[in-house]
């Protein structure tokens, strides 16, 4: 089995910024991509950015600019830096990974999600 654990989200002003981060571990023969979804009160889940391993990125045309994800291989995480946030990004913050157990599948997990909240 694998887990996905996300740390990093919490109360910040506007303006400010966060990292977040997350964890993959368990039976993993390779990570495909890793990334981030979120999701508002009231809304659906909407992607935030993905990243391979190989350091291809792909961000929501809206998060350009304020938002960076990277990757480090040798600890199978993922990050997201936040900056200039807004109230508008008050949002669940959930991981997502394409993983392979066997070398030969792929499977898709999700993380708990961890809050992010804007306000002064």
């Known amino acids: 089995q694998v887990q996905l654990v996300e740390s990093g989200g919490g109360l910040v002003q506007p303006g400010g910024s966060l990292r977040l981060s997350c964890a993959a571990s368990?039976?993993?023969?390779?990570?495909?991509?890793m990334g981030w979804y979120r999701q508002a009160p009231g809304k659906e889940r909407e992607l935030v950015a993905i990243?391979?391993?190989?350091?291809?990125?792909n961000y929501a045309n809206s998060e350009k600019g304020r938002f960076t994800i990277s990757i480090d291989n040798t600890k199978n995480t993922v990050y997201l830096q936040i900056d200039s946030l807004k109230p508008e990004d008050t949002a669940v913050y959930y991981c997502?990974?394409?993983?392979?157990?066997?070398?030969?599948?792929?499977?898709?997990?999700w993380g708990q999600g961890t809050q992010v909240t804007v306000s002064s």
């Open positions: 990243i391979t391993t190989g350091g291809s990125t």
């Open positions: 997502n990974a394409d993983i392979s157990a066997m070398g030969w599948d792929t499977t898709n997990f």
């Open positions: 368990g039976s993993i023969f390779s990570i495909i991509a």
